[in-house]
């Protein structure tokens, strides 16, 4: 009876007249759900699996010359969806150009959600996924926050596990390289209505990627940012949706030109620590009375990305810190706190935490003018936890100690 | 000596050990421009254009079946930019899907941005746009906040103009109806690396649409969410960035679901109004001590988006209600402000104001488990203030009174 259509920008579109009375009144409250019949929609289906390998394989880079995100293998993941049907037969194609009506709505109101994942080579040369059940879960939960579809985790996982082995020759027999996984989602609904897409396209491309610090570790340093805030409590800066990237960019942009190599997020007039650029952030302190160690990041209360690292880096910490006295703690901190805990000593280390560099340490801070020192000594780029957790997280991730985080294609 | 390029995803990028240290040191402050040189780029360059025609001219639909951004007209307007030269040559071309790269930045972290303005045929059948300055300087300014190019407002209206008389046959001659033009631009930019595009294109797309109210204004009733937040300070709410639009869409589907036509965004503890579903929100109200009338709006602080239409109901009603004792304020008010007035009488009625519809008057809002009834009686469509606003707007946009808002393509 009612249309659950969403109004076109810029308007609002009324029910009919009876209706919009009925509810002035007060009469009557509908429950109209838009999606009742999406539950008998195909889900994605990895026996349905159709591959076509190109014809013209290209060539393999040096290892040394791979540069992340910029080349790409011979191939693509592509399945579409309509709101008619659900999940097209998912395919492996050629690595090609997508081809988009200009009025597509990923191109007008960033309809789009991604994941960011590695395929590893073991010792024995099989290729193993980490922790892809995050990634998948994530991405189901960044599509339904912007009425794009969802599907079941498993089923993917099964399509990205095929994909990596096919595109295995791109992934560098030797320790810290990998293949970068990047399952996207877009919404290809070509008219200018903001409104629940009616068709979308998840598509994965994968590039080769070499360890992040081919030389050791290199700290950084970071300017804390009090004039642009990433996210906020009711918004969407705890989902991976390009909209929390784009804008990202000028703060970090502004922070270089100053000298300094990614911007601090903070919050709020207290200026809660969030997260640094793209990446989740942890500190180490040791408590002023009674000594005991901490390692801190902020909690998942909305503001902050899930990061897979983020959770791998606590797991591990409750596991192999906590026996050795520390404290894990996920909960809210000020650059007060950082700067009171430097001043006196009690800041042992900082780092960001991420699918790129696994962990990222950080050497200072500009804040109000001051540059906090994190912990670092002079001659380290790394603090002990920063360095523990990298060698911990890769025995996982390449298979060294067999885990259930390490999924085996 | 830097190369001032921003980090990849999930990753910071160290500068030179040197460099580092020096910062670390607290010895020297550097202050790169990335974009030092960015000045002498091409501008847009409206003498440049070629137009190339369309072979296959397409039919007109009868106007009574036109819907908003579904149909377009048979060219588009394309213009490259690239961070070596910047603007190429600008084209007018058939309208035609864009081939994009997978990893085209735009898919992945929203660099993009746009605006919506319509071009009317005038009783002499010429073409003029509405206050195209605002939305060129506004476009300008959205671009800039995600570090896309920015160009010379003038030179894309001059471009914009050609396009819309090139497609004047598309605008039926009848009060109403118009060309809404979508200039959008988008990243290019095919690595996955999060930074300044280094190649963009801007387009533009055209929709012939109808009237909002072919039969006369239609009242709507608003759902007021309180579990998700549109914007916050220090975010990028005021711009027109498509990252401001797909989370819209669950929170107004989810308002459909009980029977509302569009949701109403709060912000803070305080439940300030701020604007309904992708319009700017005006309220009536008469002061309880005074009688005074007073027409309230939301100010420019960085949560709402600066609507062209919200700006000339602002400068009509400065112009022709203060004169009859009127109070026209940009100031913060609440949903309790609204309900104690509904309560006493004095809420006299409520609009949305944006490009599509001009205004879309309001019969209620549910808030807090009540309807607040926003003033109009039961066999009226739209309040009084709202009802002239239309009037006045659309003889400008139409050009029935000359004024320097209306420009003559």
């Given at each position: 009876?009612?249309?659950?259509?969403?109004?076109?920008c810029?308007?609002?579109k009324?029910?009919?007249?009876?209706?919009?009375?009925?509810?002035?009144?007060?009469?009557?409250w509908?429950?109209?759900?838009?999606?009742a019949?999406?539950?008998?929609?195909?889900?994605?289906?990895?026996?349905?699996?159709?591959?076509t390998?190109?014809?013209?394989?290209?060539?393999?880079l040096?290892?040394?010359?791979?540069?992340?995100?910029?080349?790409?293998?011979?191939?693509?993941?592509?399945?579409?969806?309509?709101q008619?049907?659900?999940?097209?037969?998912?395919?492996?194609?050629?690595?090609?150009?997508?081809?988009?009506d200009?009025a597509?709505?990923?191109?007008?109101?960033?309809f789009?959600?991604f994941?960011?994942?590695?395929?590893?080579k073991?010792?024995q040369?099989?290729?193993?996924?980490?922790?892809?059940?995050?990634n998948?879960?994530?991405?189901?939960?960044?599509?339904?926050?912007?009425?794009l579809?969802?599907?079941?985790?498993r089923?993917?996982?099964?399509?990205?596990?095929?994909f990596?082995?096919?595109?295995?020759?791109?992934?560098?027999?030797?320790?810290?390289?990998?293949l970068?996984?990047r399952?996207?989602m877009?919404?290809?609904q070509?008219t200018?209505?903001?409104?629940?897409?009616?068709?979308?396209?998840?598509?994965?491309?994968?590039s080769?990627?070499?360890?992040?610090?081919?030389?050791?570790?290199?700290?950084?340093?970071?300017e804390?940012?009090?004039?642009?805030?990433?996210?906020?409590?009711?918004?969407?800066?705890?989902?991976k949706?390009?909209a929390?990237y784009?804008?990202?960019?000028?703060?970090?942009?502004?922070?270089?030109?100053?000298?300094?190599?990614?911007n601090l997020?903070?919050?709020g007039?207290?200026?809660?620590?969030?997260e640094?650029?793209?990446m989740?952030?942890?500190?180490?302190?040791?408590?002023?009375e009674?000594?005991?160690?901490e390692?801190?990041?902020?909690?998942?209360?909305?503001t902050i990305?899930?990061?897979?690292?983020?959770d791998?880096?606590?797991?591990?910490?409750?596991?192999?810190?906590?026996p050795?006295?520390w404290?894990?703690?996920?909960?809210?901190?000020?650059?007060?706190?950082?700067?009171e805990?430097a001043?006196?000593?009690?800041?042992?280390?900082?780092?960001?935490s991420?699918?790129?560099?696994?962990?990222?340490?950080?050497r200072a801070?500009?804040?109000?003018?001051?540059?906090?020192?994190?912990?670092?000594?002079?001659?380290?780029?790394?603090g002990?936890?920063?360095?523990?957790?990298?060698?911990?997280?890769e025995?996982r991730?390449?298979?060294?100690?067999e885990?259930?985080?390490?999924?085996?294609?």
């Amino acid at each position: 009876m009612l249309r659950p259509l969403l109004p076109r920008c810029g308007a609002l579109k009324p029910l009919s007249s009876q209706s919009s009375r009925l509810l002035w009144r007060g009469a009557r409250w509908y429950s109209l759900k838009p999606e009742a019949s999406t539950a008998t929609l195909r889900d994605i289906d990895p026996t349905k699996l159709t591959i076509t390998k190109t014809t013209k394989p290209g060539p393999l880079l040096k290892k040394e010359d791979l540069v992340f995100g910029k080349t790409f293998t011979d191939h693509m993941v592509s399945i579409e969806w309509d709101q008619t049907h659900g999940w097209h037969d998912p395919r492996i194609v050629p690595y090609q150009n997508l081809s988009l009506d200009p009025a597509s709505c990923v191109l007008h109101y960033a309809f789009e959600c991604f994941e960011g994942m590695k395929a590893y080579k073991d010792k024995q040369g099989r290729i193993r996924l980490f922790r892809p059940d995050k990634n998948m879960a994530r991405l189901n939960k960044s599509a339904a926050r912007i009425a794009l579809p969802t599907f079941t985790d498993r089923n993917l996982i099964d399509i990205l596990a095929e994909f990596a082995r096919l595109e295995a020759r791109f992934i560098p027999d030797a320790r810290g390289y990998s293949l970068y996984l990047r399952p996207t989602m877009i919404g290809t609904q070509k008219t200018l209505g903001v409104s629940k897409p009616g068709s979308a396209l998840l598509y994965v491309i994968a590039s080769p990627v070499g360890p992040y610090y081919p030389t050791g570790f290199r700290a950084v340093s970071l300017e804390a940012t009090d004039y642009a805030v990433r996210a906020w409590p009711g918004g969407v800066g705890d989902k991976k949706l390009g909209a929390n990237y784009a804008p990202c960019v000028v703060p970090a942009v502004e922070a270089m030109s100053r000298g300094f190599q990614q911007n601090l997020w903070l919050f709020g007039p207290e200026q809660y620590v969030t997260e640094v650029g793209t990446m989740n952030f942890f500190v180490a302190l040791r408590d002023r009375e009674t000594g005991q160690r901490e390692l801190v990041t902020a909690p998942l209360d909305g503001t902050i990305l899930e990061g897979v690292t983020r959770d791998s880096v606590l797991a591990l910490a409750r596991e192999r810190l906590v026996p050795q006295g520390w404290r894990v703690s996920e909960r809210k901190y000020t650059m007060a706190e950082l700067d009171e805990a430097a001043r006196e000593g009690r800041l042992l280390e900082a780092f960001g935490s991420g699918t790129a560099a696994i962990v990222s340490p950080v050497r200072a801070i500009s804040w109000r003018g001051k540059l906090i020192n994190c912990g670092l000594k002079e001659n380290e780029e790394s603090g002990e936890v920063a360095t523990k957790m990298k060698d911990w997280i890769e025995a996982r991730q390449y298979g060294d100690e067999e885990h259930e985080w390490s999924y085996l294609c």
